[in-house]
């Protein structure tokens, strides 16, 4: 988005464009076909300074860049994905402060959550009108099956509310058109502001769902975290790469779930892989066995 409208709004920046055409050509010249996301957590500044994702004239200004993308690329992009993982940059970058813009404001996070899933719907619509007819339309959230840490009612109802926050915060007004009661009453006056046809325009038509998927979330209660009281923790006798718990079934768990209670028209596997500390075996190469064990489990449990 900076790269194409520097300001956010307005005027487009020719060389942004030319950029995106000549990368978008290249790989049509591979035979690879491009698969364009608009947003991954880079708001142009500008538009931070005018109260960013809060602030709901965000919404239509995303629209407006959706518009102008599709109007320039959509001779050969045909399939785009409005948003990467709204939950960072509604909880990592305005609750927790560990992402841009660094904020640690619940209400903030909660509006900003709402107003991304919003400018989904509005992008989608306005990607729709300027290329008709073989366009698909999609959106890509993190999930993860959340299990409680110990078989304490305490904590089955915190992994309740982790999966709330997680998962059913976005699944469900993107594929069932409302917000999970049980979490608007854990939010309570912190929940967003919506206006009237807000929901449905959220639960406009659907083409995809992008799943990125890494680890399974294992939680258990926590009075001290604000609202939701559930704490991660990390299972004793697991496997880890550098930074999470492999779990392959996991993969297998979420994709049932989401189509058993979802059913989205296409499921598409986003992200999937893990960091590894890799080295240099002595005969120079990166054999990287625990990446390759990784993929290739999580690829059988899709299969499966």
């Known amino acids: 988005w900076p790269r194409i409208q520097p300001t956010g709004r307005g005027s487009v920046n020719r060389a942004g464009f030319e950029f995106y055409e000549r990368l978008v050509d290249s790989l049509l010249e591979r035979d690879i076909e491009p ?29 407006d860049y959706a518009q102008a993308m599709a109007e320039r690329l959509g001779d050969r992009v045909t399939h785009w994905i409005t948003h990467n993982e709204p939950f960072v940059a509604a909880v990592l970058g305005h609750l927790l402060g560990q992402h841009a813009p660094g904020l640690q404001d619940p209400s903030a996070a909660q509006q900003t959550a709402h107003h991304l899933m919003l400018s989904h719907g509005y992008a989608a619509q306005a990607i729709r009108e300027a290329t008709p007819g073989s366009v698909r339309v999609g959106i890509t959230l993190n999930l993860s099956p959340v299990h409680p840490a110990t078989e304490d009612e305490a904590d089955f109802q915190a992994a309740r509310r982790f999966d709330g926050v997680l998962n059913r915060w976005f699944l469900d007004p993107l594929l069932h058109g409302t917000y999970p009661e049980d979490m608007s009453e854990t939010f309570g006056p912190l929940a967003p ?21 890494y680890s399974r979330a294992v939680v258990k209660d926590d009075p001290g975290v604000p609202f939701i009281r559930a704490q991660q923790v990390r299972p004793e006798g697991s496997e880890y790469s550098a930074m999470w718990e492999i779990y392959p079934s996991g993969i ?29 075996d002595p005969d120079g190469r990166v054999h990287d ?15 499966r």
């Open 289 to 303: 066995a625990q990446r390759i064990r990784y993929l290739g489990d999580h690829l059988a449990q899709v299969h």
């Open 35 to 63: 698969y364009l996301t608009l947003y991954h957590w880079d708001l142009p500044q500008a538009l931070q300074d005018a109260g960013g994702w809060p602030n709901r004239d965000t919404v239509y200004y995303f629209a």
């Open 193 to 213: 502001q919506l206006e009237p046809d807000d929901l449905k325009r959220i639960h406009s038509e659907l083409d995809f769902l992008g799943i990125n998927y």
């Open 252 to 280: 297998y768990e979420l994709l049932l779930r989401v189509w058993k209670e979802y059913q989205p028209t296409h499921i598409l596997i986003t992200e999937n892989g893990i960091p590894v500390t890799d080295e240099v």
